[in-house]
Nanobody, 124 residues
């Protein structure tokens, strides 16, 4: 059974930091781009960040650029999202996803495997 399992979410004060992890199982994702998305209540799921298959390129949404860092460890089949300087508007359920190809995109449609999500709540 192929799974992506997120962890590391929680409650943090504005200005604080959290690191999310996403562990893959059931197959290797070392040849897939990986991405993080988030969904706030009443809003659509939106792109946050993605990393190419070998970690050589990262792309971020403008809203998180300079504050969030995506990385991956293919030996551990795991992708991370380091979140610094958190704001109340970062409150959402965060999902990791595996893309079909090496590069990925900002579109949800290009991602074929999804985790169950982890809640991040930032208090102001």
């Amino acid at each position: 059974q192929v799974q992506l399992v997120e962890s590391g979410g929680g409650l943090v004060q504005a200005g604080g930091s959290l690191t999310l992890s996403c562990a893959g199982s059931g197959r290797t994702f070392s040849n897939n781009a990986m991405g993080w998305f988030r969904q706030a209540p009443g809003k659509e799921r939106e792109f946050v960040a993605r990393v190419t298959w070998n970690g050589g390129r990262t792309v971020y949404a403008d809203s998180v650029k300079g504050r969030f860092t995506i990385s991956r460890d293919n030996a551990k089949n795991t992708v991370y999202l380091q979140m610094n300087s958190l704001k109340s508007e970062d409150t959402a359920v965060y999902y990791c996803a595996a893309a079909q190809g090496y590069s990925g995109s900002d579109s949800k449609r290009d991602y074929v495997y999804w985790g169950q999500g982890t809640q991040v709540t930032v208090s102001s």
